[in-house]
């Protein structure tokens, strides 16, 4: 009975930890998703790269959530390999720097963090202060789970079951190697793995050699969940978290292999033994970054013998990458659909291609751009004619109903695609010669709105590429709620627009049309983005007929 307790304990006490890290990301990604882009693109230099990824992983409190993020701007052409690759190791050594943060004594923190945290989450109708109420108590559920897992351990701390595996995985360090990679994948968080391995080092559950032993299992294992989560993207973008698995993996070998074999780990105790597992943690992602960074430009070279560059990736096809569809695979459905989705992906590119050059659309003194994008919305319409003539001859005996329906609605999103495409070919480059024939300008108020907007959007393909790729609900959870935040923006730029009117603004009465015009384009084309999430969130039981199911903050989000 008394291992039954433990064993319900210890799981609630861990998902608790899971759930809460998940929180805190998601508040940070809801408050400032728009502005990771910038963010990512802006650094020109390797050691620049490497602090804005040990910052944001600081602020996401996961390094797979930088890892995916760098990896989906690969992917797309916005951030060069050695950069990505900085920006990922950045990330594992904030990663690190979250674990001392979180193992310090703030347990007096608690109601505190609750408190505020809760009064912001439902009396705060800004999206920021309700996303800024649940960072805070997202902390304050990942203090409680440690609270939880030292309670939890406790009563079998003095018993024979837990010293005999302890001290089992203390002589074995490569099964407790294995067992810590397996861990924080199988919990597809390294913060949470090894602040569970803090925990029981501090408690005396484990012995500090078996914990380190965990630690450097659990480093190599987090490499593999960005691996996982892009194992539907361009080779461009998987390039990165290979070469990331290839050094942390050699790296975490050899430390263990050093540490246990040539020295001994107690020799690492250089204060308690949960201070000294953190250190430990945080001079191996240190060394790591040190030791790496010099040769990110170097790694590129084998990287891409080992995923050879196809027609698509080079410079000079970049603006037409051949097409990922595989006639030879309509035999067999899941190699099919894998085809169609990376045939989607590059057409989410091509539209996402189109959509960055709509400021320049607006800012333009001839004609040249408006006729360069109008020509590109051509090589979309080509890949749907592809993607629809490829369905067309799919076999229909041998996919199942649950094949089909995926067929169906990816065959969907890529209409929805294509009509995203002809918003921009059609109706912006419209409305963008209007303003040039008429010689017009916006306010500076008005065209600061118009651009945060496209950068919203921005941010929402490279979500909605995520979620094609890893149907992950919480991204489409999350694409559906900055679906409707952007509604929420659109009708305050409108407002905005309005009260400039009745104040007298020349600017604003001479562009009222086009910035209105502007601001329907833009959500019609965030509304077509979007619509990848609604089959996932429909198949895990999310929607219900037009809303989804009541958030954590007990509000409805409109569909």
Not at 396 to 403: R, V
Not at 405 to 431: C, F, P
Request: proline share 3%.
């Amino acid at each position: 009975m008394a291992i039954v307790s433990f064993v319900i304990s210890l799981a609630g006490a861990t998902m608790l930890l899971l759930f809460a890290v998940r929180m805190v990301r998601t508040g940070i990604e809801r408050s400032f998703g728009a502005s990771f882009q910038r963010m990512l693109t802006d650094n020109h230099s390797l050691i620049g790269a490497s602090a804005t990824g040990v910052f944001l992983a600081i602020v996401l409190q996961s390094s797979a959530a930088v890892a995916l993020l760098a990896t989906g701007f690969a992917a797309s052409g916005y951030l060069a390999f050695p950069t990505g690759l900085a920006i990922v190791l950045g990330g594992d050594l904030g990663s690190a720097l979250i674990i001392q943060i979180l193992s310090f004594k703030l347990d007096w923190l608690v109601p505190l963090l609750l408190a505020v945290g809760g009064w912001l989450f439902v009396k705060v109708e800004s999206k920021k202060g309700r996303q800024f109420g649940r960072i805070l108590m997202g902390v304050a559920f990942i203090l409680i789970s440690l609270q939880f897992l030292r309670q939890a351990v406790a009563p079998i701390s003095d018993s024979a079951f837990l010293p005999a595996v302890s001290g089992y995985l203390a002589r074995d360090f490569v099964t407790a190697f294995i067992v810590g990679a397996a861990l924080a994948f199988v919990m597809h968080s390294s913060v949470a793995a090894i602040l569970m391995c803090v925990t029981l080092v501090q408690i005396d559950a484990i012995p500090f050699a078996a914990a380190l032993s965990l630690l450097l299992g659990a480093n190599m294992g987090s490499a593999f969940i960005p691996i996982w989560l892009t194992r539907g993207m361009p080779l461009a973008g998987r390039r990165i978290p290979f070469a990331n698995l290839i050094l942390r993996g050699s790296w975490a070998l050899i430390v263990l292999l050093a540490v246990n074999l040539l020295s001994d780990p107690e020799r690492l105790l250089f204060v308690g033994p949960g201070q000294s597992l953190i250190y430990a943690h945080i001079g191996f992602n240190l060394s790591l970054l040190v030791l790496a960074l010099p040769f990110c430009g170097l790694i590129e070279g084998p990287i891409v013998q080992v995923f050879p560059r196809y027609s698509g990736d080079s410079e000079a096809d970049a603006e037409q990458p051949a097409s990922a569809l595989d006639p030879t695979a309509l035999d067999t459905p899941q190699q099919a659909i894998a085809s169609l989705k990376r045939e989607l992906l590059r057409m989410i590119g091509q539209v996402e291609r189109m959509f960055h050059t709509v400021p320049r659309l607006y800012e333009a003194t001839d004609s040249s751009v408006l006729r360069t994008t109008r020509t590109k919305d051509d090589e979309v319409n080509d890949t749907l004619s592809g993607i629809r003539s490829y369905v067309a001859t799919m076999p229909q005996g041998i996919y199942s109903k649950a094949d089909t329906k995926t067929v169906r609605g990816l065959m969907e999103y890529a209409i929805r695609l294509e009509a995203a495409g002809d918003v921009i070919a059609m109706k912006l480059t419209s409305v963008a010669k209007e303003k040039l024939d008429g010689h017009l300008s916006f306010s500076d108020e008005g065209w600061a709105e118009l651009l945060r907007m496209h950068e919203a959007v921005c941010a929402n393909f490279h979500l909605a590429s995520n979620v094609l790729v890893s149907d992950d609900l919480e991204s489409a959870r999350l694409l559906v709620v900055e679906k409707a935040d952007f509604k929420r923006a659109e009708r305050k730029s409108r407002k905005y627009h309005l009260a400039r009117l009745q104040n007298g603004r020349v600017e604003s009465f001479e562009t009222s049309d086009i910035h209105l015009e502007t601001l329907r384009a833009l959500r019609d084309i965030n509304n077509h983005i979007a619509a990848i999430a609604y089959p996932i969130l429909y198949r895990n039981g999310q929607l219900l007929e037009t809303r989804l199911i009541e958030d954590l903050d007990g509000k409805e989000v409109s569909d």
